[in-house]
Structures are given as structure tokens and as C-alpha cells.
């Protein structure tokens, strides 16, 4: 089975997806600075635009751990040679090394710590890489997946537009991998298990694939395979699974979205008044914008 993905001719209506929906529902006054910062006066696009670029810790941990995967699914498509576990591991080392010595963090921008702990870092990063070369997906990869490997989507391009139900919409998946007649999707997770928008995650990457690929429902087998603390996976039954009421939750959320726009159909916001903070310890402990929200927590 060949995969090629369909490309969309662009057009600036404001299009659905679980991130941006996530942001939108936490807070709105993050959702504006997230996505609208070019029509923000409140404050200057430089700074907006600084603190978008702000990163975490946990952040950068699933960067690394991702990339290292990629650059290794790369390989195994030129050569199935046994992985070299010390250059394995090493590569990961360099990684950490250069991702957490280029970027600004929020924890230490915020001033949460002098800088991140490192050897807590390193100790994750090669907890979540031993858990994937020693779990079944890597094995299940070298002895059935590779007969296909000509054909594996890994980290494709671009953001993963989409069309479900007919609304534009991205779904940005980490693996595609053909296997005889089926198609299954991998998605690695660092960060802790959340059932529940993980499934919903899946089913968007099932309705997408089916979408693209014009590939029946029942072909496709979506799984998030958890890497930390321990090896687990998530998996759903795209067959069985009613999709018109996820259907049904993209078009609410994303009629929701549009209601704070004042022309969707171009992506032009309202103002940034009518995007209400959401003030919560938790919440704008977490959010990269908080100085532009409580003045007294900017830095110096």
C-alpha cells in the first residue's frame, strides 16, 4: 500500500484542531496571544512574539525524545541493522545538550528555578528511549512493519491539514506506517496519560487518515504509545466507534472558535477584550503570557 498525502490549496478560514481547542477552552486571553498576537495592541508583537517562543522543560523533553525516534525510523528505512544502543543514547545525550542550552524556558524566564535540572532530564529522556527499544512496538516495527518501509510517513510535512466533515481542520501525526492492507498510526507520548483526550486525539488521526488516504475505517489502527514512566499503549477500534459524534464535537467546538472572530472566513479576531482571562494558580502558572496578565511577574 502506497501513501500519498491529498495537499489543500490555502485559504485563512480558521481551521479545527485538539491543541487549538484545548488553549481556547483552558483561556481565552491565551488562546488570543497564541493565535492573534499580530492584531494585539496591547502590548508590542516583539514581546508576544518573545514569549511564544518561550519553551518547558517537559516540552523539550518530548522534543528530543520525538527526534530521536524520527532520526532512527529514518535509518531503519536505509538499513535494519541492529541499533547501536551507546550512539543510540548518545545522540539522544546531544540533543538534550544543544535543545536545553538554545532555548528560553518559562520556568527559568518566570524565575520557578536558576536553571533546569539536567540530570533529571537526561534521566528521563533515556527512561522514555529504554522504554521504546524495549517494548513490543519496537520489536512489532523490525519484524512486521519494515517489509513496507518505503512507504512509512514519518513526522510528515506541513501541519497536517485535513478536511473532517468538510471543515478544515489539522491533525498532525507523528508515524504512518502501511502493513499489507491496514495503515496504523503511532503517536508517542512523554507526558502523563490523558484516556480520554488521547482517544479523542486517535479518532481525529482515524478520520484524517480516512480522509486522505481514502482508506476504509476498518484498516486503520490508531495507538498512542506511552513512554514514561512505563511502557503502555492506547488504542481504539476505529470500526466500532461512532464517528458522527466526533463529527458533531469538531463542528460545536469549532463554531465556538468562530464566534470569537469577527470574520472566520479570513481568521480576523475581535478584540482582545473579548477574550476574558481565566485566572487560575494552576493555569497561569503554565501559560508562557502570564507577565502581560499580572504585570508584577515580569522578570528583573
Request: glycine residues 4%.
Amino acid at each position: 500500500m502506497e501513501l500519498k498525502y491529498e495537499s489543500y490549496q490555502f485559504t485563512p478560514v480558521l481551521g479545527w484542531s485538539i491543541s487549538r481547542y484545548e488553549v481556547f477552552d483552558k483561556c481565552k486571553r491565551q488562546y488570543y496571544y497564541s493565535y492573534y498576537s499580530k492584531y494585539c495592541s496591547a502590548a508590542p508583537v516583539y514581546k508576544i512574539n518573545k514569549l511564544k517562543e518561550l519553551t518547558s522543560v517537559p516540552l523539550e523533553i518530548g522534543n528530543v525524545v520525538h527526534d530521536v525516534i524520527e532520526t532512527f525510523l529514518h535509518r531503519l528505512q536505509k538499513s535494519d541493522r541492529d541499533i547501536d544502543e551507546s550512539r543510540f543514547f548518545e545522540y539522544a545525550r546531544t540533543l538534550v545538550s544543544k535543545y536545553f542550552t538554545e532555548k528560553t524556558f518559562m520556568e527559568v524566564y518566570y524565575g520557578v528555578t536558576d536553571n533546569p535540572d539536567m540530570e533529571k532530564v537526561f534521566q528521563k529522556v533515556d527512561r522514555c528511549l529504554e522504554n521504546f527499544i524495549n517494548g513490543p512496538i519496537y520489536s512489532w516495527i523490525f519484524m512486521a512493519a519494515i517489509r513496507n518501509r518505503n512507504n512509512w510517513m514519518i513526522e510528515p510535512g506541513g501541519f497536517g491539514e485535513t478536511r473532517l466533515d468538510g471543515l478544515k481542520a489539522y491533525c498532525k501525526m507523528d508515524f504512518l506506517l502501511p502493513v499489507d492492507n491496514e495503515v496504523h498510526i503511532l503517536d508517542w507520548k512523554t507526558g502523563s496519560k490523558d484516556p480520554l483526550k488521547h482517544a479523542s486525539q486517535l479518532l481525529g488521526y482515524a478520520a484524517a487518515t480516512n480522509n486522505n488516504f481514502n482508506i476504509p475505517l476498518k484498516n486503520i489502527f490508531p495507538k498512542i504509545v506511552y513512554l514514561h514512566p512505563v511502557y503502555d499503549e492506547l488504542e481504539v477500534a476505529c470500526a466500532k466507534l461512532d464517528f458522527s459524534t466526533l463529527y458533531a464535537t469538531i463542528r460545536e467546538q469549532t463554531s465556538e472558535m468562530y464566534g470569537y472572530c469577527d470574520d472566520f472566513e479570513k481568521n480576523i479576531p475581535k478584540s482582545v477584550e473579548s477574550f476574558p482571562m481565566n485566572p487560575s494558580p494552576s493555569l497561569c502558572r503554565q501559560c508562557k503570557f502570564q507577565e502581560l496578565c499580572f504585570p508584577e511577574r515580569k522578570p528583573g
